[in-house]
């Protein structure tokens, strides 16, 4: 399906706004505007295959811009990304988007595969944006927890292993940024969802309340523990507890 004319326009709209000779400011109004206006045609890019591609097709090249508004344009294309899986994942019919239903790739019914393809290739590039070496500034860190997100809302329709594996790897590797491992350990809980997690994830959970970075990840991997059935609520605050008590003043 051919991608729609207006949608190629926005797309092109970013691309000048990155290159604009415009004074510094207004250089990042017209980039920042150009993505909300390319993003609140999100509905025409879920529609199709070939759109999301040409929308993805952006990725690396506001990744390399390093000109004023780099940040912003960077976390606004992320964002933009995790909403459009929600829009994509409207389009499956309702005895594949049921809750608790997780699907194979030999039982996609050909009413949903071509939106099931569209998820996994928004599922390719988010699961992309994870690799690498760990990353420690608070701008890169939130990069690599929006594309967990983006990969836990997709992980509510299908599960990958490998997914799995490299998020296990994340969340257990204290080189990482506090902001991506609990991107990672929010991925974790959806992956499982309702069904008992697997003793590797039990573990490591366990392991990380052991000695956490920071109290904002010991509540992340105490709520992670409640939400997958391996503590309590009551437990975790006595753990809490005994962190404040542990780091008063």
Known sequence: MPVAPSLLKSIKAVRKAMTSPNPKD??????????????????????????IEALLALAPEIEAFRGKGSQMAANDF?????????????????????????????????????????LERLADHAFGRTQGAPVRSIHAGDLRCSAWETLR??????????????????AADPRASSHERQGSIGFLVAYWGDDEPDEPTADLLWELE??????????????????????????????VGDWDAAHDG
């Open 210 to 239: 052991k000695n956490p970075p920071d109290r904002t990840f010991l509540v992340t991997v105490l709520q992670a523990q409640i939400d997958l059935g391996l503590g309590s609520e009551l437990g975790a605050l006595d753990a």
């Open 153 to 170: 809302r997709i992980s509510e329709i299908f599960r990958r292993p490998a997914h799995l594996t490299h998020a296990l790897k994340v």
């Open 78 to 118: 992320s964002r933009g990304i995790s909403y459009l899986v929600t829009l994509v994942k409207e389009r499956l019919p309702l005895s594949v988007s049921e809750p608790d239903r997780f699907i194979r790739e030999d039982e996609v019914p050909p009413s949903a595969k071509e939106v099931t393809d569209c």
């Open 26 to 51: 207004r250089h990042q109004l017209e980039l920042s505007l150009a993505l909300h206006k390319l993003f609140r045609k999100s509905g025409k890019v879920a529609a199709n295959l070939e759109s």
